[in-house]
């Protein structure tokens, strides 16, 4: 049998454009090599207990029946009810530097009214400069237009005087988004600005399994094929134009058209010998650490109050790959508990993410890798307390999980949790009929690669054919 | 299908589309997203829905053609005057 459309991935885009294209009868399988779904946004069970990865927060919160919002959109387009979601907002978050013996912090939450008076209190003379900046942002519809070679840093140094709320803005923003080493595109800026600070963040209840569980639910419901444990070793390509792929196993399948959520370098790698040419897909080279903690209690009973927290050590952040395997001096601190879920998670849950050098973890021999990976979980708890309480006397079970553990279950290259800083926003690849969608096609995080995964499908698989 | 029947079978698609918009008081001759919330991306879904349901296909560089639910009965009137209305089921 011929397919229409084979997507590569069952990642939160590959699965939005898989219902986008069984909700209008076309003939349509995901391809996805993991036993699971969900690409960088999946789950995991360790003794007993599910994990999530991926998901400290869904951005782009907005209350329900918001027109012209991302998440609104989104739903209508997968025709997924807003009360599905179930999604519980976070409380406050904040941005925290340890300045000298000074600690500021910068609370947000789902109100923008909160950020702003945030920034009257900790930097009474930018105010009017930070209502300026809101003003200049760029909007989701710049996206596609963007050349992406304007720097969100030289452009914040021409609207906001003070370095040290600069770096306020960055860190959260490039923590939960930028792909690319130093600074994120003024574009991205203004995506990500949007969608954490001015819409918000929330957690559907049960975490990122009820979300993919809708997903999954809604594209089987249409008739989707969904194969797991199905990877593609290579896509086949006469004369310029993609007209299939060869799985794993040998097994070849014809298309109409490929959509591919595996990454960008990663699906140069899958035309093999008829990848176009001449076209700068360089490995992404930010990936992270994650160390989980499970509490005996609830976080806030031990004073950790903030739904996320993000960190940094010193007046300047740097955003970059460490020498070493992690990056102690910045991070993010998540606490799912913080979420007002209607239904309180079952264990206290404290995640820390920090920046770590994917080279460092591969290179390990096995028996090395897991003394590394105890060693780091220690410096990485140490360095969350000097901004939240402790948690260690009430810590009952942890895990870590690294750059090594990202790049084996979602197949990034170089674990890179953002992808290629060369974006396609366009989705083309120089192939016919082959495009990409998800993170390389240049929008993150859970609702950016849902909407990429949309768009994609609607311009190249629906209004195309 | 008749003219109504034309009517019923836009609005029914809408419904199904945008499930929270009130569609009780759309008047025909006004364009229909300064009456509801409709995005472009909605009006494709539009297109998609009639060419499921009906087999009728609507090429993009008419898509303005169904801007108002007036325009819609006169664009698809030819198209659907042998078709049968088709809403579609509750949904859950």
């Given at each position: ?19 986008r294209?069984?909700?209008f ?17 999946s ?6 207990r599910?994990?999530?990865t ?16 991302p ?34 912090r ?16 900790l930097f ?8 300026g ?6 909007g ?10 304007t ?19 960055l860190l ?5 988004g ?86 960008w ?28 903690s499970?509490?005996d209690?609830e ?25 070493g ?26 995640r ?16 090395a890798?897991?003394?590394?990976k ?23 079970y ?35 009929g ?32 | ?5 034309i009517?019923?079978?836009v ?6 589309i945008?499930p ?21 991306m ?11 349901r ?11 053609q ?16 042998d ?7 509750a949904?859950?």
């Amino acid at each position: 049998m011929r397919y229409d459309t084979l997507i590569i991935g069952a990642g939160m885009s590959g699965l939005a454009a898989g219902i986008r294209l069984a909700q209008f009868g076309r003939r349509v399988a995901i391809l996805e090599r993991h036993y699971l779904w969900g690409g960088l946004n999946s789950f995991y069970k360790r003794a007993g207990r599910r994990f999530d990865t991926g998901l400290h927060a869904l951005t782009n919160y907005v209350p329900p029946r918001t027109s012209g919002a991302p998440l609104t959109r989104i739903l209508r387009q997968l025709r997924i009810p807003y009360d599905a979601l179930a999604l519980a907002p976070q409380g406050f978050s904040e941005s925290a530097f340890r300045v000298g013996g000074d600690l500021p912090r910068l609370r947000f939450g789902n109100d923008f009214e909160l950020m702003r008076s945030e920034v009257a209190r900790l930097f009474p003379s930018e105010t009017a400069r930070f209502d300026g900046l809101v003003r200049a942002l760029p909007g989701y519809d710049d996206v596609a237009a963007s050349d992406g070679s304007t720097s969100a840093r030289a452009t914040l140094e021409q609207l906001i005087v003070d370095p040290l709320l600069r770096e306020m803005l960055l860190l959260p923003l490039c923590y939960y988004g930028s792909p690319r080493e130093h600074d994120l595109t003024w574009t991205e800026f203004g995506v990500l600005f949007r969608s954490i600070f001015l819409e918000g963040l929330a957690r559907p209840e049960g975490g990122v399994k009820h979300l993919l569980d809708l997903l999954v639910a809604r594209y089987r419901g249409l008739g989707g094929e969904l194969r797991m444990r199905c990877g593609v070793r290579r896509i086949l390509i006469t004369d310029g134009r993609a007209h299939g792929v060869v799985l794993d196993d040998g097994t070849q399948l014809e298309c109409e058209q490929i959509l591919s959520c595996a990454g960008w370098p990663e699906t140069l790698g899958l035309c093999a010998d008829a990848a176009p040419r001449g076209l700068a897909a360089s490995v992404g080279r930010l990936s992270f650490v994650e160390s989980i903690s499970v509490l005996d209690r609830e976080p806030a009973s031990l004073g950790i109050d903030s739904t996320i927290t993000f960190f940094n050590d010193g007046e300047h952040f740097e955003y970059a790959r460490p020498a070493g395997p992690a990056d102690l001096r910045s991070g993010v601190i998540c606490c799912p508990n913080n979420y007002a879920s209607a239904t309180p998670l079952r264990e206290g849950l404290l995640r820390v993410t920090v920046l770590a050098n994917h080279e460092r973890w591969a290179a390990l021999d096995e028996q090395a890798y897991r003394a590394e990976k105890q060693a780091v979980f220690g410096s990485v708890v140490d360095a969350a307390e000097r901004f939240v309480p402790s948690v260690r006397a009430h810590t009952v079970y942890s895990d870590t999980f690294t750059p090594r553990t990202v790049e084996h279950f979602t197949g990034h290259r170089g674990g890179a949790v953002y992808g290629s800083p060369d974006k396609r926003g366009d989705a083309s690849t120089g192939v016919l009929g082959l495009y990409l969608c998800g993170t390389d096609q240049g929008l993150v995080g859970i609702v950016g690669a849902l909407l990429s995964g949309i768009t994609v499908a609607n311009k190249y698989a629906l209004v195309a054919q | 299908m008749t003219n109504e029947e034309i009517k019923l079978a836009v609005l029914d698609i809408i419904a199904t589309i945008a499930p929270d918009e009130d569609l009780s008081h759309i008047e025909p001759e006004l364009k229909l997203r300064e009456q509801i919330e409709l995005d472009s991306m909605d009006f494709l879904d539009i297109v998609m829905e009639l060419r499921k349901r009906y087999g009728v296909q609507v090429p993009e560089t008419e898509y303005m053609q169904l801007a108002t639910l007036q325009g819609c009965v006169d664009y698809l009137g030819p198209k659907l005057h042998d078709k049968q209305l088709k809403t579609s089921p509750a949904r859950a």
